[in-house]
């Protein structure tokens, strides 16, 4: 551990003359022959066993992995054998609904997390670190899914607290468990902290210094090429209505509830410089037709789940591209998005990559280096509670369109704050249709 101690105290320290020409390629990797010295207290750490505490969270995971998977298999087997032999009337038919989908999907990731629950439950008890940290994240994903299904099927209730406890306790656990893999991520953290700097010296601060793509996939940058694209987004969106759509009538375009910011832009922007990275100095066409694919597939599937949760439709596309031509993208895609705005994606792309995400990356590295990450976890932190705020709104004014009054302080919260008026002032482009969705209690009272 001296070893990495001293290397940890000459990484912080700030560079000298001396050190003016070292470059960052002076801590790449060894040889993939060269065999790394492994301490014995890195080892020591490694088998050491996990407290009291995490024995008795990793006894409730395996117990509830091995209870919870031979009841669904039962329950679900049943109800196959139900619906197949028709007994008592239990039919399924052809009429395949997106709720009974949707439920499927949720069905399929509870039998998948069972089993996870009872190999993670297993490695913990074991103190098996570093594999209990990798089962961690495996769970994390899974929980994140099932909340999403929770959500489309249910919305926003209590029984949305459950799984949330259990990501961040996952998320905790994932990032502590294993303390090699904390003294590694610490001894990173410094190390790249210097190579920054020098970075910063020889103005590549935010590039890949590897030569694999154009930009670091950090989350300082990622989240930065997200705000940033979230306010151009918007403004782009604002000016096309203006001067296509309906030429001369502004139309607020806005996709959260405070702020000028349309999350979809947001988020097109950060996939596609994570898919397009790599692609940076390649031919405009391919970019193009990468980015095209990429951002209509990611436009449909972000307008199927606003609409399947909330019964939202904020845009939707004609199955023509002109009088009498059909567009196969829209019809593919049930107009969720179309041929000439999937080219427009690939447009952007090529438009994104080429000339915007340089400029970007020299505009974020104005930031001055005191204020990088505390501005970035303030900021981050700010647009978690917008988009927090933005889907209770959504869920009450769906409520609402539903015929359902408040019943809890939150929605009646909500319901003074960000009425039906407000909501559809402040979403001007958005309508909700309940009978659209997959959610259950909608489906209960249309019955």
């Given at each position: 551990m001296a070893d990495i101690d001293s290397n940890i105290s000459s990484a912080t320290s700030e560079p000298s003359a001396s050190d003016a020409s070292t470059s960052p390629q002076h801590f790449a990797p060894k040889p993939k022959g060269s065999k790394p010295a492994v301490s014995t207290s890195s080892t020591t750490l490694?088998?050491?066993?996990v407290p009291i505490y995490l024995k008795i969270f990793a006894a409730l995971c395996f117990l509830d992995g091995a209870l919870s998977l031979p009841a669904l298999i039962l329950f679900y087997g049943l109800i196959i054998l139900a619906l197949y032999t028709g007994v008592d009337g239990v039919t399924i038919g052809t009429?395949?609904?997106?709720?009974?989908?949707?439920?499927?999907?949720?069905?399929?990731?509870?039998?998948?997390?069972?089993?996870?629950?009872?190999?993670?439950?297993?490695?913990?008890?074991k103190s098996e670190r570093r594999h209990a940290a990798r089962w961690a994240n495996v769970l994390a994903v899974l929980t994140v899914g099932?909340?999403?299904?929770?959500?489309?099927l249910g919305g926003f209730n209590v029984q949305l607290v459950r799984p949330g406890i259990q990501l961040v306790i996952l998320i905790v656990i994932s990032t502590t468990v294993d303390p090699t893999l904390h003294q590694e991520r610490e001894f990173q953290r410094h190390l790249q902290d210097y190579i920054d700097r020098e970075a910063a010296e020889e103005g590549m601060l935010g590039r890949d210094l590897s030569g694999e793509g154009y930009i670091k996939l950090n989350f300082f940058n990622l989240f930065?090429?997200?705000?940033?694209?979230?306010i151009l987004?918007?403004?782009?969106?604002?000016?096309?209505?203006?001067?296509?759509?309906?030429?001369?009538?502004?139309?607020?375009?806005?996709?959260?509830?405070?702020?000028?910011?349309s999350p979809i832009y947001g988020f097109g922007a950060v996939l596609l410089t994570i898919a397009l990275n790599r692609f940076y100095d390649k031919n405009f066409l391919l970019i193009f037709v990468v980015s095209a694919v990429i951002g209509g597939t990611f436009e449909a599937a972000v307008s199927w789940w606003m609409q399947t949760s909330f019964g939202a439709i904020a845009w939707s596309y004609p199955f023509e591209l002109m009088p009498g031509v059909p567009d196969p993208v829209a019809i593919l895609y049930a107009g969720?998005?179309?041929?000439?705005?999937?080219?427009?994606?690939?447009?952007?792309?090529?438009?994104?990559?080429?000339i915007c995400l340089p400029r970007l990356l020299s505009l974020i590295n104005l930031i001055p280096w005191k204020m990088r990450y505390s501005l970035t976890t303030i900021t981050a932190?700010?647009?978690?509670?917008?988009?927090?705020?933005?889907?209770?709104?959504?869920?009450c004014w769906f409520s609402r369109e539903s015929g359902l009054a408040p019943t809890s302080?939150?929605?009646?919260f909500f319901a003074d704050h960000y009425d039906n008026e407000y909501m559809a002032n402040r979403f001007q482009s958005m309508t909700i249709h309940p009978d659209t969705t997959s959610r259950v209690e909608n489906h209960a009272t249309s019955a």
């Open positions: 490694a088998n050491k066993k009429d395949i609904t997106l709720t009974i989908t949707v439920a499927l999907v949720g069905a399929v990731l509870e039998l998948v997390t069972s089993i996870v629950l009872i190999i993670f439950g297993r490695k913990l008890w099932q909340i999403l299904v929770q959500i489309m930065w090429v997200f705000f940033v694209c979230c987004g918007l403004i782009l969106e604002v000016i096309y209505h203006m001067a296509v759509v309906d030429p001369g009538v502004y139309q607020d375009r806005a996709g959260m509830l405070y702020g000028p910011f969720r998005t179309s041929l000439p705005f999937a080219c427009m994606w690939g447009a952007l792309g090529v438009v994104w990559i080429k932190a700010l647009m978690i509670l917008n988009g927090c705020l933005t889907l209770g709104a959504l869920d302080p939150v929605e009646q």
